[in-house]
């Protein structure tokens, strides 16, 4: 069982930054597929961002230039560094992780590639 905890998310303004940190348990969390996904109201949750165990990434395309997503494995944690933030960036953001590292790419930018999930955090950006 994995457990993931959220933080970070908050109010901010246009072309605001917060940075969200997902912290997970697991002996193992070097080798552990970590993504970032979010919902907006009356929206189906879609894909953010996501790293792998050898520091690969991929960002959706919406978020590219602006987000980061990276990992500090001696701390089990990944963030989510999130600059020029935009009011369609406003959801909830939820933390998501697969205790493995066999998986395809394309797979690894879907919610079904993901065995856990965090509570989620509210980032909302005011215009």
């Known amino acids: 069982q994995v457990q993931l905890v959220e933080s970070g998310g908050g109010l901010v303004q246009v072309g605001g930054s917060l940075r969200l940190s997902c912290a997970a348990s697991g002996r193992t969390f070097s080798i552990y597929l970590m993504g970032w996904f979010r919902q907006a109201p009356g929206k189906e949750r879609e894909f953010v961002s996501r790293i792998s165990w050898d520091y690969t990434t991929d960002y959706t395309d919406s978020v590219k230039g602006r987000f980061t997503i990276s990992r500090d494995n001696a701390k089990n944690t990944v963030y989510l560094q999130m600059n020029s933030l935009k009011p369609e960036d406003t959801a909830v953001y939820f933390c998501?992780?697969?205790?493995?590292?066999?998986?395809?790419?394309?797979?690894?930018?879907?919610?079904?590639?993901?065995?856990?999930w965090g509570q989620g955090t509210q980032v909302t950006v005011s215009s």
């Open positions: 998501a992780a697969r205790p493995s590292a066999s998986y395809s790419r394309t797979e690894s930018m879907t919610e079904v590639a993901y065995d856990y």
